[in-house]
């Protein structure tokens, strides 16, 4: 057991929805057991300028249902260097911070690592990122909110695709992972889904509209944003050569996937790997993010964390083609 008497808590890198409601859940467990906390503002940014303040049960009030962080997030160019991240170490002990909490994505833990293993302070990561690609967890907070804003964009453009008899390219996020285009291209009833886990051959993908059927109306191609195979303007310029008798349009999702109402699913795998983050501290855990594994908490040390999911399920992939028909 570790006398942790006071939690600081940060949220860092891309936002995602539900991380409200880690934020309220750290918070409240630390009060719970009688610990108090520190928000600092705009990630390791505000950790450097010393952008902290003191939370109580309240500051985390009627957040729970709200998309984004009221903690705010950044990128700081600072912390990457061993005098911001010293400068960061002043700040929290100044504010008498004795450990920490980061929501964030894989960049946030490699920084909480470095951090860590500096100075001597306990970090606990959160999975908050919509890109869903992180070890160590099914799921991570904001992908379930995410892909079911695609989902409800991609219905809304099958109606009009189906209306005009045009073929869509629909762009989603992910950074380098196509698990978002993946898992909504399915519940999407996408044709094709171009992921980067897996080499994009344009002329299969003109192979498959040649030999599909002439008899349907829309077509949805899904595909992963940075792919190498380029974008999704790019990707219709080459269908468009090919077919000019295709109606093609594009349509790039953007930052509409990163905000919204957290799911049910959201909230409550946050408030769970929230609680979770305040036991560990407590139970002299460091340095390892807590998420779900098979509906348990799991604890995976940020180093494996961090490793890049490249292999994607293959039975998702035989889905799409059989389905695809
Ligand atoms: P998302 O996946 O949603 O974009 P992320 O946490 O991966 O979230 P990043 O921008 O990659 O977002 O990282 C957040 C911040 O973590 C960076 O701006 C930087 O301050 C810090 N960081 C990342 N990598 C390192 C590192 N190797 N050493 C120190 N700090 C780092």
Known sequence: MTQIKNIGLYTSGGDSPG????????????????????????????????DLF??????????????????????????????????????????????????GGDGTFRGAK?????????????????????????????????????????????????SHDRLFIVEVMGRDSGLIALRTGIAAG???????????????????????????SSKIIMLAENGEAGDAFEIGRQIKEKFPNYDTR?????H???????????????????VAAVEALIAGHRNEMIGLIHNEIAYTPFEHATKHIAEINPDFLKIVEILAI
């Open 19 to 50: 991380m409200n409601a880690a934020i309220r859940a750290v918070v409240r467990s630390a009060i719970y057991y009688g610990i108090e906390v520190t928000g600092i503002r705009r990630g390791y940014e505000g950790m450097i300028k010393g």
């Open 54 to 103: 003191p939370m109580d049960r309240k500051s985390v009030s009627n957040i729970i249902q709200r998309g984004g962080t009221i903690l705010k997030t950044a990128r700081s160019e600072q912390f990457r260097t061993p005098e911001g991240r010293k400068q960061a170490y002043e700040q929290l002990k100044k504010h008498n911070v004795d450990a920490l909490v980061a929501i």
């Open 114 to 162: 470095a951090f860590s293993e500096e100075f001597d302070i306990p970090v606990i990561g959160l999975p908050g990122t919509i890109d869903n690609d992180l070890c160590g967890t099914d799921f991570t907070i904001g992908y379930d909110t995410a892909i079911n804003t695609v989902i409800d964009a991609v219905d809304k453009i099958r109606d009009t695709a189906e």
């Open 190 to 216: 996408a044709e094709t889904i171009l992921i980067p886990e897996s080499p994009t051959d344009i002329n299969a993908v003109f192979d498959k509209l040649e030999k599909g059927r002439k008899d349907k």
């Open 250 to 254: 594009v349509s790039v999702l953007g």
């Open 256 to 274: 509409i996937q990163r905000g919204g109402r957290p799911s049910c699913m959201d909230r409550v795998l946050a408030s769970r790997v929230g």
